[in-house]
Every structure is written in structure tokens, then in C-alpha cells.
């Protein structure tokens, strides 16, 4: 091969290295752009007078001057729709009877668009779900609603080849010539009008309940379950972990036991996440009883488990890395083994312990498989302090799958999907950054 | 004087101490070490535990439908009186995504680990460790809902074009390196040295248009395809690789940086480029630790839970043709965490003691595999160290 | 111990017959001379190596002994095992006896904890802690059971004081040790020690790291201390030793070679391996 050549596999070589790490850090971006920016939309985002009616009503917050004034604007706007409405229904009653069936199944969708759009119609019964009492509370959710209002979605099946594309047909055209007619102009004017669109910062999303399954309401109870199962995990898993690690790098006699522990800890480490939750479920639950079915305490116990070699490994290389001069110095001044271990190794280890702590701790708040079947449940309320020992708790993870996945209206609550998993991927990613900000200052005192 | 004495009669015992005391000493001094210990083997005991209650879980269900059925039948009807219990599609499922993954992520992070030991400078490696271990934290459910969420639409509107594209950025660049060595090789072999130039030319340009035909035709084909559904085999294998690959990167690089310095420079001294340095030095010299990272990095794709549960499709059946990645699938994690569901109302039923036949298998798996890379790693670490 | 037993204890080391030259007392420290520390063939192994070979040899109280010889020759080895740091290296044992205070320090009755606060220990690099200069002063004192604020204060001062320390670091006692400079850090380490107060300092090549300046004033400290305290300073430099030390012992592979009055060590050795080393042949 010649020389040029060889150089030119070389440059690509270094290319396809430099590649990989490029195509990583595009991937970190392309997953975490679209998460931060609608995760950011569910605090920030333009409501309408109908997020603060609800507000108001439900959680008695909010100007009730103010939403009292642009209610009675709205309801001006919306009395007008209301109008066509009623005048068509009653054109409708004076119909052919063909003329009036034919109108009646085209009209039902319009109606109901209205309905989702701006709450109950007058003369209907208050809705039993919470979700049905209001109309949309987001501005863009009302753009899509008024889209639906004003065509009607179909389906192209002429070339059987193909699957089939999805069209629009205005429903004005459907109803030329009746009573309706106007509104679906009507409607798209006066939108704004009638829905008060505002800029909204809904802090609230972090530290309210829920209402009606996410629909309205904030995350309050998943936050704090992620909060108790994590810092649960810790509580078992922290003092076992650095007290485990303190055994194998200062007492441990290396032979056949010690490498038969150090084994064990590998293979721990290894094991897949969802086995941890089989055997959360048939040891802690099935067998131990530490609760009658799935709890907070089963499931940091679980996650405590999960995250034990993690800890170990980390306290191992910290300690590992405390100078030996300083054990011999505190031995030297007459210190015994253990006294100098807590006094001398362990707080120059300590940020070490921390950084690796830290760490696990990121990850049991985003695990999910150890918990499906030891503490999470999909609908319940903040839990006391007091009920871990014996009850289930909502947490970030497992209701992110949840809401996404097996959620009735899941495509209809997006935002809050979106929030939940800003909310996880910030606690993890603060907590990790926050560790390689420590390990970097650790790293900087140690060269001096 | 006297007093001097006496005080020096005082230190001379000083650290003398009683046979009790010394005994006491003794006493304390073990049984410290024996509750230190106790803490340490908790791990051990834990790993005996898992196996223990997951495998008693799951023998039940052996004894009752034997082994035939669950490896051998694709027929997956828990739910049915009597169910059926084949899991063969589900175990070929988490292979097919496992591979899927492996093939994208193992090139891509043993190039990223020579990249980061061997190619960036410091200061550039500084930022880029951060953004592989951020990577490694995003919690599995997040890329799940990404998943789910953004690329399982984008692939079904616009599967074709994307796949396309994906086709022409990454080919292109490699048939057009290897057009360059093909005709640097064959005009090496075929022609006088006076004519060498010309023909190395002659056979660039025929096997240049000889690539960008293969470049359009498969491009054309690829625009064409349909996606059925974007929650399919594709779509888990692309987001486990991005999983599975800070854990090979880390591992991989461990394993080039245990290769001493003088083995390099023992290449370099010889005329040869970084690449063949690396390529036919380093890397088998590095090779067992980096095979360890391959099979750490395997296990990391095949133990995932969220990802393939809410993005896989979780449809039993092999894929026809075996080989396609566009059909949804399901996977052994995903059918435990779906299932468990059903099941555990019903403790001790059939249906749950199948999904502890389950975990049984992902944890022997997991077990050898962690076993036999760990294995390899210390081997390494001997032969490097020269014992 | 009674006065008769010691003043036996002497004369029958003195007229024990030894191949290795016993100092005599000399009148320059009042109250010294006493043998402290006794070497009785003794050995150290590490494994089945002998680091270490049959010392005989009597350490005199309160004077400056130094131990000179080339790397790998043992010194630092026989330094360490007189306070049992060697304990530390599990494959390390030792033969013969060593005695402190006519007491045997690898007894089945040793209390090593209780040995090493009677004797302390200097290291080769400055060694304090990640705490404060108080906290490092008193972390000794507050180990072995002293809580008492003031208490503590005054011992650090007195230990400061007595390192020559005291001056520099009076205001900043609160800041982290490790901002003190390479040689304050050193005797920031023999304030340490005293402030347990231990009848013997054990100093391991406590200059090697080191500038001249810094050496220069720990060479001064060891010169305040002399008197009150037995020392033993393991060193490189040849020099030093002459400077520093009343005795100076010469080990060679393991085995001490020559044991005399430094300054007669020096001027007239013995031994001919000893002239070569002090002169520069080898090293």
C-alpha cells in the first residue's frame, strides 16, 4: 500500500474514533433537547381562562377578581357559539326526517368538539369526571380542538397498495346552507376570545396533586415517592455499602473467601434490574411479609439491594486512594486500627464515598423494574411519612411508563408525560453532575 | 532523683499491659473483624438469596410443563385455560434486539474508547468522559418514553426517507475508503510501476460509479420500505445500543489503558501509522478486556426492562422474514414486568411461576456472562503485568 | 524499676561482652545516657528474606543517634520496627529481642497502640492530615481520652512551640495544614509528635523532601530537642548526621556494621567498609 494511502486510512480511522464520541453526544442531545423543551412546557406554557377556573376552583388559588371578569368576557364569546348551537338543533327538529338523521351523525362530533373545547354546554348535566367539568386548559390543546371543530378527518383507501392517507374535509361545506354554518367561522375568530389565552407559570406542577389521573394538577405525589424510595435505598444501602468496602480494603486477608465476596459483588452488580423486582416481590413481600403487598419499604429495599455493589466499588477506590502516610502517621501517634480507619482514612475518603453515593443514589430515583412490583402504584395521592412501611407509592419512573403507555387519554396528556420526565432526568443528571463536580475538586486538591 | 525513678518506674510498664487485658484486647479486636466480615459476606448472602427465590419461584413451573414447551413452542397464551407457555419467540424477541444493538454499539464504543485513550488530547477528554457518564445515567424509562414518545412516529412517517439517509451518511464515507484501498491494492499487484498512477486512477473512477450505483440502489430501495409500526425491533435495538454504550466505552478503555506505553512505541518506532499502531498493536494486545466490555455492554441491552417493554411492540411472534427489524417484538424483561401485572393476584398460578422461569434464565445468563468477562479481565491483567 | 535495678541494668550491658563499641556516658546531657532502647540479635524478615540480620545494640537515652548507610541496607527497617510500624506488612517478623525501657516491645503483652504513644514517628514526606493545624496537633491528645478545650490549647501551643512553629502558624491555626509549606508541614509533624509526648522520636529521613532552608531548621529543632528527648534520625546525608547526632550507627546490607561517637565515626571508623561509604566509595 502506498504512503498516501495509508494516511488516508489513518485520518479515517481517527475520524470513525472521533465519530463515535460526536454521534453520543448527538444522541445526549437529540434525546434530551425534545425532553427539556415540552418538559419546560408544562410549567411554562399559554393557558387559558379555563386553567384558571380550575385553579381556582380546585386548589383556591388565583385572582378571583380577574378570572371573574374574563369569564364573563368569554361567556359573552361563547354565549354567541352556544346560539348557533341551539338554533341548529332546533333547525334540525323542523327537518325531513332523512335530511334531520343525515345532519344528526355529522353534527354529534361538532358537538362534541365544542364540548371538549369549552367545557360543558349549557344544558348538559355536570360531568361526573373531573376531566369533563372543564374545557381545554392549554392554548394549544384549544388550537387542536378547533381544529377538529372545523374539519373532519378521512381516510384515502383508493390505492389499496398503500396504506391509507389521512385527509381534511371543512365541516362548513358539510353544512352550507343550515344554521351551523356560521359558527365554524365564528369559532375560528373568536378563538381567543373566547378562551382568554394568557402566558401561564404554573408552578404548581411540582407540588400539587393530581386530579382525575394527571388530566389537570401537578406531580407532587410522584416526586415525593421518587424522593422516599431513593433516599429509602440509601438508608439501607449507604452505611452497609462503606462499612462492606472499609472490610475489603483494610481487614480482608486476600484468598479463596475474599475472592468468592469480590465475586459476588460483580455478579450483583450484573444481575438485570427486572430479576431484582421478582425477587423484591418473592422475598420481601411473598416471604419475608415486611408488608402485606407492595410498599415503600419493599421497594427501597429492593433498590437498596440493586445499588450495593455500586457503592462498595465506589468507597473501595475512595479509600484506596486515601494516602497510605496518613494511616501510619495516626498510627504512629498511637492511634489503634479502627479508631484510625474512622478518624483519619474514612473523612479523606469521604468525598470519594460521597461522589459514588450520589451516583446510586441517581440511580434508584430512576429505576423503574425493581419497583413495578414491590412499591409502585399508577393513581394514589402523596403518602405520609409514616405509611411507608405499609403502603405503595406513586413515583416519577413508573408513572412516566405509565401515563405514556397505559394511560386512556395518554396522547391527550403529553405535557405532563413530557414534565414527568424533566423532572426524573433533572433530579438524576443534577445529582451525577454535581458528583463529577465534586470528583473534579477531589482531583484538583489531590495534585495540590 | 526519687521522684525521677518513680516516674521512670511508671513508664517502663507503660505499654505493658495485663494477660487479661491483652486477652480482652484480643477477644474485641476478632469479633470486630467477625461482624465486619458478616457485613461484607451480606452481598454474597444476597447473590445466594436471588437465586434461591427466584429459582424456587420458577421450578415449580418446570415440574409441571417441563422444559419442551418453553423452549421450543411460540405459542404465548398466558392468559388461556389451559395457557400455553412457549417462549421461544420471546427468548429469540430479546436475542434479535440484544444483537441489534450489540452490532451498532460494539463498533461505535471500541472506537469511542481507542478515541478517548489514544486520540484526544486531555483537555478534550475532560469534556467528553462527562457526556458518556450522562449518558449512562439518563434513567431507562426516559429513553423508553423517547422511544415511544418521538421515534416511534418518526419512523413510522417517516421510516423510508430516514432510513435513506442514515444509509448514505454512513456508507458513503466507508465505499468511498474502500474504492481508494481497492484500487491502491490491485494497481499494486497488476500493474509496471510507469503505469501504476494511471491504472490506480482508472480503477478509482470504475469502482467509484461502481459504489454510487450501489449507494443509489439500495438508497431507492430503502426510501421505499413502509413502516408498518415504529415500536419495533429497529427502534429498541438503535436506543439499548446508546445504552449499552457508555458501559463498553468505559470497560474498553480500562482495557487500552492497561496497555503499557513501550508496546506503542514499539510500533511507532517501526514506521507505522496511529491506526495500525492501534489497530494491529494495541487493540490485541487489548483484546480479551475489550471482549470483557462487549459482553458487559450484551448484558446491559439484554437486561433492559423499560425500553423494550414500551417500545418493542411486546407482539410474540418471530418476525417473517426472522431477519426483519421493522416487525414489533417481544423480550423476556418486557413480558416479566408486563405480565407480573396479571399474574400476581394469582401468586403461585402457572402464569406466575413462568415468569420466574423468566428471570431464572436472564439471571444464569447474566451470572455466566459476568463470571467469564470477569474471568477475562483478571487473565488480562496477569498477562499484561507478566506473570 | 528502682534506681539499683537500672544502674545494674547499665553495668551488666556495660560488661556484656559485644563485638559492636558501647558508647560511653557523656556528661553533656544530664540525666541521659540511660540505655533506652536495647538490640539483643535481632532480626527482621520480610518472608524469608532477612532485612535486618543479629543487631546488637543499646540506643542511649536523650541523646541524638543516627542511622546512616546505603539504600536498601535496613535502616529504615530496624527505625520502623522499634515502634512496630512494621506490623503493618503482613509479611514482616521479627527474631531476637528488642528491648524499650528493659520492657520487650514484640512481647505477647505489647500493647503495640500503647508503644507507639510512647514512641513517635517522623515520616520521610510530611505527612498531616486534611484538617486544620489544631486539629492535626490534637489529634493525638483527643485520641487518647483529653476533650477539654483548654486543655487542648495549651498542649498544642507547647508542641507548636517546642517544633519552632508556633511563631509562624499562632494566627492561623484554624486553616487547613495542608496550605503550610513543605517544611512547616514537617514540623508541623514532630509538633504533632510531641504532643503526645513520647520519651523517643523516631525521624525517617525527615529532610529527604525537603529545601535546604527547611532542612536547616528541622537540623535546629533536632538540636532544641536533644536532651529531652531519645532520637533517632534515619538519614542520607552524611553530613546531617555529623551535624545532628551524638551516635551514629553504619548499616550495611542488613548486618550494623560500626556503632560509635559520631564524631569518632567519622574521623577514625573501625571499620573499613565504613571508611569507604563515608568517604564516598559507594553509596
Redesign the interface.
Known amino acids: 500500500m502506498n504512503l498516501g494511502t495509508r494516511k488516508i486510512l489513518d485520518n479515517s480511522f481517527t475520524a470513525v474514533g472521533m465519530g463515535s464520541i460526536v454521534v453520543m453526544a448527538l444522541a445526549l442531545l437529540v434525546v434530551l433537547t425534545p425532553i427539556v423543551y415540552n418538559g419546560v412546557g408544562s410549567v411554562f406554557f399559554t393557558g387559558t381562562i379555563e386553567h384558571r377556573t380550575m385553579l381556582y376552583k380546585e386548589f383556591g388559588r388565583g385572582d378571583a377578581k380577574a378570572i371573574e371578569t374574563q369569564t364573563a368576557t368569554a361567556d359573552r364569546y361563547r354565549a354567541e357559539a352556544y346560539r348557533m348551537l341551539s338554533d341548529f338543533e332546533q333547525e334540525m327538529e323542523g327537518m325531513s326526517l332523512e335530511a334531520s338523521r343525515q345532519y344528526r351523525s355529522k353534527y354529534a362530533p361538532v358537538r362534541a368538539a365544542m364540548s371538549s373545547l369549552l367545557g360543558p354546554l349549557p344544558g348538559d348535566p355536570v360531568p361526573m369526571l373531573t376531566r369533563f367539568q372543564y374545557g381545554q386548559t392549554r392554548w394549544e390543546k384549544a388550537e387542536e380542538k378547533l381544529h377538529n371543530i372545523l374539519y373532519e378527518k378521512k381516510w384515502d383507501y383508493s390505492d389499496p397498495t398503500v396504506m391509507a392517507k389521512a385527509f381534511d374535509v371543512p365541516r362548513a361545506e358539510e353544512f352550507a346552507g343550515t344554521k351551523l354554518a356560521p359558527l365554524f367561522s365564528y369559532a375560528e375568530r373568536h378563538l381567543a376570545d373566547m378562551m382568554q389565552p394568557q402566558f401561564t407559570v404554573y408552578w404548581g406542577f411540582f407540588t400539587d396533586r393530581s386530579l382525575d389521573a394527571h388530566i389537570f394538577g401537578g406531580i407532587w405525589p410522584e416526586i415525593q415517592g421518587t424522593f422516599f424510595l431513593a433516599i429509602g435505598a440509601m438508608l439501607f444501602a449507604f452505611p452497609l455499602g462503606v462499612i462492606a468496602a472499609v472490610y475489603f480494603t483494610e481487614y480482608a486477608k486476600e484468598g479463596f473467601f475474599t475472592s468468592i465476596l469480590r465475586s459476588a459483588n460483580s455478579t450483583l452488580a450484573g444481575v438485570p434490574s427486572i430479576v431484582f423486582g421478582l425477587f423484591g416481590l418473592a422475598f420481601f413481600i411473598n416471604t419475608m411479609k415486611v408488608s402485606e403487598s407492595k410498599s415503600v419499604l419493599a421497594g427501597a429495599l429492593t433498590l437498596a439491594i440493586m445499588i450495593l455493589p455500586t457503592i462498595i466499588r465506589a468507597a473501595e477506590e475512595a479509600i484506596l486512594s486515601v494516602p497510605k502516610t496518613y494511616k501510619e502517621a495516626s498510627l504512629g501517634l498511637g492511634s489503634t486500627k479502627w479508631n484510625t480507619i474512622v478518624t483519619v482514612i474514612l473523612p479523606a475518603a469521604l468525598p470519594g464515598i460521597i461522589t459514588g453515593g450520589i451516583i446510586s443514589l441517581g440511580r434508584a430515583a430512576g429505576e423503574t423494574a425493581p419497583i413495578i412490583f414491590t412499591a409502585a402504584v399508577s393513581v394514589g395521592s402523596a403518602i405520609g411519612i409514616a405509611d411507608v412501611f405499609s403502603s405503595p407509592t406513586p413515583a416519577l419512573s413508573w408513572n412516566i411508563y405509565n401515563l405514556a403507555s397505559e394511560h386512556e387519554m395518554a396522547s391527550e396528556i403529553r405535557h405532563v408525560q413530557y414534565g414527568m420526565v424533566l423532572s426524573l432526568v433533572s433530579i438524576v443528571l443534577l445529582l451525577n453532575l454535581s458528583a463529577i463536580l465534586l470528583r473534579a475538586k477531589i482531583s484538583q486538591k489531590l495534585k495540590g | 532523683?526519687?521522684e525521677?525513678?518513680k516516674t521512670?518506674?511508671q513508664?517502663?510498664?507503660?505499654?505493658?499491659?495485663?494477660?487479661q487485658?491483652?486477652k480482652m484486647?484480643k477477644l474485641a479486636k476478632n469479633a470486630?473483624?467477625t461482624l465486619?466480615?458478616g457485613?461484607?459476606?451480606?452481598?454474597?448472602i444476597?447473590?445466594l438469596?436471588?437465586f434461591f427465590?427466584?429459582a424456587?419461584?420458577a421450578i415449580p413451573y418446570f415440574q409441571l410443563r417441563g422444559f419442551t414447551e418453553f423452549f421450543t413452542s411460540t405459542g404465548w397464551y398466558p392468559a388461556d385455560e389451559p395457557g400455553e407457555f412457549g417462549a421461544l419467540a420471546i427468548i429469540y424477541g430479546s436475542a434479535m434486539v440484544t444483537f441489534g444493538s450489540a452490532l451498532l454499539a460494539v463498533?461505535?464504543?471500541i472506537?469511542?474508547a481507542?478515541?478517548?485513550s489514544d486520540?484526544?488530547p486531555f483537555s478534550v477528554r475532560q469534556y467528553?468522559k462527562?457526556?458518556?457518564?450522562?449518558?449512562a445515567?439518563?434513567?431507562?424509562?426516559?429513553?423508553?418514553?423517547?422511544a415511544?414518545?418521538?421515534l416511534a412516529p418518526l419512523l413510522q412517517s417517516n421510516g423510508g426517507p430516514l432510513l435513506m439517509w442514515t444509509w448514505w451518511i454512513l456508507a458513503a464515507?466507508f465505499l468511498l475508503?474502500a474504492v481508494?484501498?481497492a484500487a491502491?491494492?490491485l494497481s499494486?499487484r497488476f500493474a509496471q510501476e510507469e503505469n501504476r498512477k494511471k491504472m490506480a486512477l482508472l480503477l478509482q473512477s470504475l469502482f467509484g460509479l461502481l459504489a454510487v450505483l450501489v449507494l443509489y440502489v439500495v438508497g431507492t430501495k430503502l426510501n421505499a420500505i413502509?413502516i408498518?409500526t415504529g415500536t419495533n425491533a429497529l427502534n429498541v435495538s438503535i436506543i439499548l445500543s446508546?445504552m449499552a454504550?457508555p458501559t463498553i466505552?468505559s470497560v474498553a478503555e480500562d482495557a487500552l489503558q492497561s496497555v503499557g506505553r513501550e508496546l506503542r512505541e514499539g510500533s511507532y518506532a517501526l514506521g507505522a501509522?496511529?491506526?495500525?499502531t492501534?489497530?494491529k498493536t494495541v487493540l490485541p494486545a487489548a483484546s480479551s478486556g475489550i471482549l470483557a466490555a462487549v459482553i458487559?455492554g450484551i448484558?446491559r441491552a439484554?437486561?433492559?426492562?423499560?425500553v423494550v417493554?414500551?417500545a418493542s411492540g411486546n407482539s410474540s411472534h418471530i418476525p417473517d422474514p426472522w431477519y426483519n427489524y421493522l416487525d414489533a417484538v417481544r423480550t423476556l424483561?418486557a413480558t416479566?414486568?408486563g405480565d407480573?401485572?396479571e399474574a400476581?393476584q394469582v401468586?403461585g398460578s402457572e402464569r406466575y411461576h413462568v415468569?420466574?422461569a423468566m428471570?431464572l434464565l436472564?439471571?444464569v445468563i447474566?451470572?455466566f456472562?459476568?463470571?467469564v468477562s470477569?474471568r477475562i479481565v483478571v487473565r488480562q491483567r496477569k498477562i499484561l503485568s507478566g506473570q | 524499676m528502682t534506681a539499683e535495678h537500672k544502674e545494674s541494668a547499665v553495668e551488666a550491658q556495660a560488661t556484656a561482652t559485644r563485638d559492636i563499641y558501647i558508647p560511653s556516658e557523656r556528661a553533656s546531657v544530664s540525666g541521659g545516657g540511660r540505655p533506652h532502647v536495647v538490640a539483643k540479635d535481632f532480626s527482621i524478615y520480610y518472608g524469608d528474606f532477612q532485612a535486618v540480620k543479629k543487631v546488637n545494640a543499646d540506643i542511649l537515652s536523650q541523646y541524638v543517634t543516627a542511622i546512616i548507610g546505603p539504600s536498601g541496607c535496613g535502616k529504615s527497617t530496624f527505625l520502623r520496627a522499634i515502634n512496630r510500624m512494621n506490623d503493618l506488612i503482613p509479611s514482616c517478623h521479627t527474631t531476637g529481642m528488642l528491648q524499650f525501657d528493659g520492657e520487650d516491645v514484640y512481647g505477647k503483652l505489647t500493647d503495640e497502640v500503647l508503644l507507639r504513644k510512647k514512641i513517635g514517628m517522623v515520616f520521610q514526606k510530611p505527612n498531616p492530615f486534611p484538617k486544620s493545624i489544631f486539629d492535626n496537633i490534637a489529634y493525638g491528645p483527643r485520641l487518647h481520652g483529653m476533650t477539654d478545650r483548654k486543655q487542648l490549647q495549651a498542649i498544642v501551643e507547647k508542641s507548636l512551640r517546642k517544633a519552632a512553629l508556633w511563631d509562624e502558624v499562632s494566627d492561623r491555626l484554624d486553616r487547613n495544614a495542608l496550605g503550610l509549606s513543605g517544611g512547616q508541614q514537617q514540623r508541623l509533624c514532630v509538633a504533632r509528635t510531641l504532643a503526645v509526648e513520647p520519651e523517643i522520636l523516631l525521624l525517617d529521613e525527615p529532610t529527604s523532601a525537603l529545601d535546604p532552608k527547611a532542612t536547616a531548621k528541622i537540623e535546629d529543632l533536632i538540636q532544641e530537642l536533644r536532651g529531652s528527648y531519645t532520637i533517632m534520625i534515619v538519614t542520607h546525608n552524611m553530613q546531617q548526621a555529623s551535624r545532628v547526632s551524638d551516635y551514629t550507627m553504619f548499616f550495611y546490607e542488613g548486618e550494623l556494621v560500626e556503632y560509635a561517637e559520631t564524631a569518632q565515626l567519622f574521623t577514625n571508623p573501625k571499620d573499613r567498609m565504613t571508611e569507604d561509604y563515608i568517604t564516598g566509595r559507594f553509596s
Not at chain 2, 39 to 44: L, P
Not at chain 2, 273 to 276: G, K, L, S, V, Y
Open positions: 532523683m526519687t525521677e525513678v521512670d518506674g513508664r517502663s510498664s507503660a505499654f505493658v499491659v495485663s494477660p487485658k491483652r484486647q470486630g473483624e465486619l466480615l457485613i461484607a459476606s451480606f452481598v454474597a444476597i447473590v438469596f436471588i427465590f427466584v424456587v419461584d463498533p461505535m464504543g472506537a469511542a481507542v478515541c478517548l486520540i484526544l467528553a462527562p457526556v458518556i457518564e450522562m449518558l445515567a439518563i434513567p431507562s424509562v426516559a429513553f423508553g418514553f423517547f415511544l414518545v418521538i464515507p475508503l481508494i484501498v491502491d491494492l499494486a413502509e408498518i446508546f454504550l466505552v501509522t496511529r491506526a495500525e492501534l489497530l458487559l448484558m439484554l437486561g433492559e426492562t423499560m417493554w414500551m424483561t416479566i414486568a407480573m401485572g400476581d401468586t415468569l420466574f428471570g436472564l439471571l447474566s451470572f456472562s459476568n463470571l470477569e
